[in-house]
């Protein structure tokens, strides 16, 4: 057969056996290449092709020149084989030797006499392997683990996933579509390729470290530092909890399969040598802006960020009009487009995990060559995106080029390309001293990962997880959610733990791309099409997740009708505003013309304002108040939306790094609570997805514009002496009378300033209720709220039907307390669960309070016996609870023994919730009060 001949069967192994009958003499199990003068190098690509395929039974390479490498190859993808008259040397035969061990459908081998001894040698030395293995999983030891998450950003069509592929010594592929979502890729920094299966625990190379690593320290312990001895550090939390040796036990069929991983021979040789070796999980991000609302779900802190950029879009496209045909041309961005990608993709970086390394790769090295060029680009990236950032110390800089990024030429790849190599080992270097990486992980932890894998499901519930890893996998209880977070951070899994709903909590994604392919469905989707596009999926789970993660709320048109007139008020439609498109300027000069009358303006400036926190403001808006904010017109874009609120029609719009609060002005109608509310929603947001590092600050404009002189920051207001306000100019102060639409005087502008600045709550519970046929419901929480107060409980309760006031009650009222207490009844659950046309108040109050204070700070208190039982619970009030609430039973009217019960469970609450040592103290005494008089705990279920 000719050498192309060899390269075409090679090729046709992985198209399956029909096409081999050209080549073959015998049937399509088979194939003859013996005699043909393949080396090492056909070996590769043989090798290669046997992974594809799986029909193959028989492949006779007789009289061939494969030596011990290639033998190896042979042996990780052997399915069927005959080898006689090599030269394989005793690696290639222990090679062989462990492939035989694991390949159970081996039909035909030629050289079983010349490797007989070895197998018996591999045989003994994988039973001690699994023995030692088994021991130390009775010891719960731990050993490195080196995993890191390589996470690959930037604009899409950048060249990032073709960057992955020059790392991982690919070859280039100027035909791949572009990244939707992410694709996950995993490689170790031995030999920087790919590993055939993403989701691997490395089970059998920490068993292998264990066993080699801890031999060789026993051997000569002066040859080790500290950090390579496998005694368990505390550097993982607490002394580990788990099953003790004595109780556990593991399966023999899982360790015996692990430990039969061909690396443990390289482990085995490098024994002798500091563990180094990295492992990472790459993470290729689809650069659509779509995604970006979910950068909170998987930018995280334990990896590196690979920034990836065009470097002809950064010297501008324009030099390159003569170089490239027309089409390649317009795909080009500006430089100032391109600029500001990256300074997005720093902040953004900076603001889900601002202790991880960041390393900028300039692409298409190929068309900008020049020093000069790398040093004009150098100057750019350092004056108009890194200045001024707080990047230095997290930069990993092109030492070698003197350089603060690495030009590569992905499509024409010298592998001994001083700037692949340099890139290589700048990453392994970063990636080494991280805590992360050193840190020892129990072999426990390993272990349940590697069975959690093995039941082959995108997800599991959390009780399942946990179950798999108490019973099988003697992990504590407590030491499960250690290893969900450690696992979450590297990016093998996905478990959430923020989030209002508990349900979040109760799924453990196996493979994450299921969760970003689900999330990534467009629309706004009704229940019906959402059942329809996650068929087979958990709905529920999925809407709780876009509800939590302010991804999506109820779909919130109010001028939605149908051909007979009717207003159209579908259950359960969402509205998934990072799907938007940006509004057309058309569009928005029509909307702000649509504004009536005069004007107010107010604007919240930040530090930074990533992409996605305008769509997850419009939804806090809309998921807080779904009675009070609707939609005008179908006006809702990603950076502009034309709201009615509470009455008023507001337009809200992004301008650099403010969202900009346009008002109609109305007789007698204050803004103030409006303005107050949209500046608690954003500090929500702030501190639940950005770490705390958007700073959104308000002011108020006196004229309707945003000039300086007219305007002034809610701090001034404080200080709003002789009538008078600082505004943003130095040295001009402004009639305060100017700011009448949000203030009304002094003491109203100090209520404001106190109320967006800071986090004091006068007030410890905030009481809602169904008032109830007759008032009845409201008398007994008035009764309630007396002897609360009595027992030193300081009660929010509207004393009067706040009608269509609520806007008041809920910014002066559930801003101001520290927690809720929710009086069950049958009626109020109806309140909460009517449909988005139907308006009631305390649906409006529920809502609210789950944004403003969370379920862990709401206690239910059940009025009636036929809500006693959560089961009945329904609708978004039934879902809208954290875990298993302790409720308070209340079913005599309020007699002592139920208010007493109130009392212990509202203390007990409030002094868990707070990090103020003096109103702790004050709980903690009135909480020891309570227990003396020896209240009736069992009023309290379920525990």
Known sequence: MSAAGIEDAITLLSEGTKHLREYVAVDARALDLGVNNIGDGGANALADALVKNSSLQILDLGDNKIGPGGAKVLADALTMNSLSGYKIGDAGAEALAIALESNDILKKLGILTRIGTQVKLVNDELNALSAAAQEALEADEKVRWGRAKLMVVGKGAAGKTSTIRTLLGQPYNPDHDSTIGVDLKLMRTRDWEERKHVGGADLGEQF??????????????????SNDVVSPPQSLGNKSTSTSASMASFGDKEIAKAVSTPLRLHIKQQADKPDEEISFTIWDYGGQEVFYALHHLFLTQYGIYMLVFDMREVLGKERFRE???????????????????????IDSIRLHAPDASIILVGTHLDQVAGSEEHEEIEDTLETKVLDRRGVESLEIRNYKAHLCFFPIDNTHRDFKDNCILSLRESLLKAAADKDFVQKKVPLRWSYCLEKLLLQDKDYLSLNAVEELAITNCHVSKEDVSKMLEYMHELGVLVHLTTGQHDVLRQIVVIRPQWLLENLSRRGVASRELLEWLWQWEPVDYLVELMHA?????????????????????????????????????????????????????????????????????????????????????????SNFASLAFDNVDVILETSGRRIMLHFETLANKSLKNHVKIIQHCLRSIDSCFMRGN??????????????????????????????????????????????SPFVEDGEAARGLHASVTSDA???????????????????????????????????????????????????????????????????????????????????????????????????????????????????????????????????????????????????????????????????????????????????????
């Open 208 to 225: 292998a470290k264990y066993k080699y690593r801890q031999q060789d320290v026993a051997k000569d312990p002066s040859r080790h530092s």
């Open 323 to 345: 170089k490239l045909d027309e089409k390649e041309y317009a795909k080009l961005a500006l430089q100032e487009d391109s600029l500001e990608t990256l300074r997005f993709w």
């Open 549 to 637: 993660m302010l991804l999506a709320c109820p779909s919130p048109w109010i001028d939605d009708i149908d051909e007979e007139g009717d207003f159209v008020d579908e259950e359960g439609a969402l509205l998934i505003p990072s799907l938007l498109q940006p509004v057309k300027d058309s569009v928005r000069e029509e909307a702000l013309k649509g504004l009536k009358g005069p004007r107010a303006l107010a604007f919240v400036s930040f530090k930074i304002l990533p992409k996605g926190v305008f769509q997850r403001f419009i939804t806090s808006l809309i998921q807080s108040l779904p009675d009070l904010v609707g939609v005008r017109n179908g006006v809702v874009f």
């Open 694 to 739: 958007l700073g959104p600050k308000l002011f108020l404009s006196s004229d309707g514009s945003d000039c300086k002189k007219a305007c002034a920051s809610v701090d001034a207001l404080a200080d709003a002496t002789k009538k008078e306000v600082s505004s943003l100019q130095r040295g001009k102060r402004l009639p305060l009378e100017r700011f």
């Open 761 to 943: 709550k006068p007030f410890d519970v905030f009481l809602s209720h169904a008032w109830g046929e007759n008032r009845g419901v409201h008398e007994k929480v008035k009764a309630v709220a007396g002897a609360l107060e009595s027992r030193g409980i300081r009660c929010w309760l509207d004393e009067k039907d706040i009608g269509m006031e609520v806007l008041d009650s809920m910014a002066d009222g559930i801003d101001r307390c520290k927690a809720v207490v929710v009086f069950v009844t049958r009626e109020y659950m109806r309140k909460v669960n009517k449909g988005r046309m139907e308006l009631d108040n305390c649906r409006d109050e529920f809502c609210y309070a789950l944004q403003r204070v969370k379920p862990a700070s709401m206690i239910p208190c059940v009025l009636e016996k036929e809500m006693e039982d959560m089961g009945t619970w329904e609708g978004r009030f039934g879902i809208s609870w954290s875990g298993n609430p302790l409720y308070v039973r209340m079913l005599n009217g309020g007699k002592l023994d139920e208010v007493e019960a109130l009392v212990w469970k509202t203390l007990r609450t409030l002094s868990m919730d707070s990090d103020n040592d003096e109103e702790k103290t004050r709980w903690v005494n009135n909480y020891a009060d309570a227990k003396a008089r020896d209240v009736d705990l069992s009023t309290c279920k379920p525990e």
